[in-house]
């Protein structure tokens, strides 16, 4: 059974930095692509970062200098390191692996960015 479970979600003041990590059972991550989503109040689930399987990476524009999205396959996680927050980066944030063609989802963890 494959689970994700994200973590480090919380609250932060503008201007701060937050770390999400994304661990997973029954599967390894490192085999495969990881996006991190996100879904802002009243909106819709976007997606924000993605890491390939061989570490090529891709971020919305809207984050693009200030996260990052990197693996730790030692921990089998994928983490997104996210500088600078704004107050329009609060949102729940999910991850998502696929493999063998289907797609997995965390519970997802909230961040607000509030001063």
């Known amino acids: 059974q494959v689970q994700l479970v994200e973590s480090g979600g919380g609250s932060v003041q503008p201007g701060g930095s937050v770390r999400l990590s994304c661990t997973a059972s029954g599967v390894i991550l490192s085999r495969g692509p990881v996006s991190w989503y996100r879904q802002g109040p009243g909106q819709e689930r976007k997606l924000v970062a993605f890491?390939?399987?061989?570490?090529?990476?891709w971020f919305a524009d809207s984050v693009k200098g200030r996260f990052v999205i990197s693996r730790d396959n030692t921990r089998n996680m994928v983490s997104l390191q996210m500088n600078n927050l704004k107050s329009e980066d609060t949102a729940v944030y999910y991850c998502?692996?696929?493999?063998?063609?289907?797609?997995?989802w965390g519970q997802g963890t909230q961040v607000t960015v509030s001063s």
């Open positions: 998502k692996a696929r493999f063998d063609g289907a797609d997995y």
């Open positions: 890491i390939s399987s061989v570490d090529d990476t």
